[in-house]
């Protein structure tokens, strides 16, 4: 029987497309590693789906905030990889919710950490579970994040975490570890999942919170960035990272409406997959664009 013609053309043009969407998640989740790290701070958003993981990178040393879900550790790993990182300075684990933790023990397994930070608190989890036997294994202890507690990331750059201030909250969200990090002139705010009563704690403490950069606390959700504390930072540039199409509605529309009104750049991993912002000290441009 001869071949149908129609066929042919069908599986040569499902060939293509195949080979084209691989193209393009192969990219999106692989950002070139020819940034040029010298001078600058490097700051990836990683695209983790409904949850956080963001790498810094500035003279040579490397943080890590959270790692995602289980379920994207594999992608993440291979990303870090992929921008030859090979130790980690600094982990930390702003709070212990799946979401941030998910994947951390696959981190730590992988790579060499130098220290590790997270509050003090525990969860009834597998996945913290998990991350607790690889510390140990690992032989690395949690030290505790707290106010005040500055990291080493080099000359010209400081690292001061601002929370949590209590020891005790009800909303495992309140824990997160809010940090601030500055690169010359450059200011980024790093909040985890906090709560407006956790921002609350923050604004009374005196810090200076104002940032060029703001990492939007829990996806978007309309349970934080209160405008007293959006007034505060008054960020040029907002980060949300949260899933594509997520069963929370992330991010809120009344999040997003507040985050308008001070007219600055809105960047979502649900959009935009894997944001990276590169920071001369002076201006911040996200890679790619300028």
Known sequence: MPKKPWLKYSIILTSLIVLTLAVVLLYNFNIKSNINLENNMVTHFIDVGQGDCILIQVNNKNLLIDSGTGDSARKTIRYLKNNNIKKLDYVIATHPH?????????????????????????????????????????????????????????????????????????????????????????????????????????????????????????????????????????????????????????PNRETLDKLKKLNCIIYRTDHDKNIVLISNGITTNRYGEN
């Open 98 to 250: 799946d979401d941030h933790i998910g994947g951390m023990s696959h981190i730590i397994k992988t790579f060499k950490v130098g220290e590790f930070y997270a509050p003090k608190i525990t969860a009834n989890t597998q996945s913290f579970e998990d991350m607790v036997r690889a510390l140990k294994n690992s032989n690395l202890k949690i030290k505790i994040a707290k106010p005040n507690i500055t990291l080493d990331l080099g000359p010209n750059t400081t690292c001061i975490m601002l929370s949590p201030n209590k020891t005790y909250y009800n909303d495992t969200n309140n824990y997160s570890c809010a940090i601030k990090v500055s690169y010359k002139s450059s200011t980024y705010l790093f909040t985890g999942d906090m709560q407006k009563l956790s921002e609350e704690e923050v604004l009374v403490s005196g810090y200076d919170l104002s940032a060029d950069v703001l990492k939007v606390a829990h996806h978007g959700s309309n349970s934080s960035t209160s405008q007293e504390f959006l007034n505060r930072v008054s960020p040029k540039i907002a980060v949300i990272s949260c899933g594509a199409y997520n069963s929370y509605g992330h």
